[in-house]
């Protein structure tokens, strides 16, 4: 028989947590790029996607996916364009 797990800590680890690298990467985005410089920003942004994605055993394997699935776009707006 399963346990009966509280629903505040899921709602903290499931949505509240997650919640937190979007916030972020708005936030930065809303700022003036005079605060920090447009390659620190980007910088910021990348730590702020890569520290999200920490604690997932798959995070390798979606992190490659996701740009495999980006390529075609960065290939039309770079070189392709």
Do not use: K, Q
């Amino acid at each position: 028989m399963e346990t009966a797990r509280p629903l505040f800590p899921a709602l903290i680890r499931h949505i509240a947590l997650p919640a937190v690298a979007p916030a972020a990467v708005t936030g930065l985005y809303f700022t003036p790029v005079a605060v920090f410089g447009c390659v620190n920003r980007g910088l910021m942004a990348l730590s702020v996607v890569l520290l999200s994605a920490r604690h997932d055993p798959s995070v390798d394997w979606w992190l490659l996916t996701t740009l495999i699935l980006l390529l075609p776009i960065a290939l039309i707006v770079g070189p392709l364009g």
